[in-house]
């Protein structure tokens, strides 16, 4: 049973920041790609940003590039996603995801575990 476990949400001021954490138990982490998706109240689900099983290889949607990085750290089974400049519009429930494929994965069908959700809300 792989479980992913997220923290690091909270209420930040609009140009703030955050570093979200998604710790991974029950499956080789260095085997799963990961990603962050985010999901706003009566919206889709939202493809963030994936990274590979190495770190090698990263990509980011649209809407936060250049303002988020996403990382691993093999070792100590996690995953993290830092915000920077944070917007309104950025307000959301940011769910962690896990793949057991090799290369980046961008669309939430191609996760096979899910984390339970952390909140994040930007005031302006």
């Known amino acids: 049973q792989v479980e992913l476990v997220e923290s690091g949400g909270g209420l930040v001021q609009a140009g703030g920041s955050l570093r979200l954490s998604c710790v991974v138990s029950?499956?080789?982490?260095?085997?799963?790609?990961m990603g962050w998706f985010r999901q706003s109240p009566g919206k889709e689900r939202d493809f963030v940003a994936t990274?590979?099983?190495?770190?090698?290889?990263?990509y980011y949607a649209g809407s936060v590039q250049g303002r988020v990085t996403i990382s691993r750290d093999n070792a100590k089974n996690t995953a993290y996603l830092q915000m920077n400049s944070l917007k309104p519009e950025d307000t959301a429930v940011y769910y962690c995801?896990?793949?057991?494929?090799?290369?980046?994965?961008?669309?939430?069908?191609?996760?096979?575990?899910w984390g339970q959700g952390t909140q994040v809300t930007v005031s302006s």
């Open positions: 990274i590979s099983g190495t770190g090698g290889s990263t």
């Open positions: 995801a896990a793949a057991r494929r090799y290369g980046l994965a961008y669309n939430s069908a191609q996760y096979d575990y």
């Open positions: 029950g499956r080789t982490f260095r085997s799963l790609v």
